[in-house]
């Protein structure tokens, strides 16, 4: 796992977790400190992000959720 200060092994873990280079743990906890400063990991971009780039509890960040809601509005439109 790359989260500082987790040394858990990524082998046997589901390609996901391995692509990432993040253990199960860290991908689920709603928060961890990088750099001092708590960020949460993005299911959409697969990278960290401080804890305001989301809208509460969510696990993609604002980003994501602005580009994935622009792209089912166009498909409705058309």
């Known amino acids: 796992c790359h989260v500082q200060g987790c040394h858990r092994s990524l082998q046997g873990l589901r390609d996901y977790y391995q692509r990432y ?8 906890v709603s928060s961890v ?3 001092g400063v708590p960020h949460r990991f993005c299911q ?4 960290f992000h401080p804890l305001t780039e989301f809208d509460g509890d969510r696990r993609s960040c604002r980003t994501m959720l602005q580009r ?3 792209r089912r509005a166009k498909q409705k439109q058309e």
């Open 44 to 47: 959409q971009c697969g990278r």
């Open 33 to 35: 400190l990088k750099d």
């Open 21 to 28: 280079k993040i253990c199960e743990f860290h991908l689920k």
């Open 68 to 70: 994935h809601c622009h």
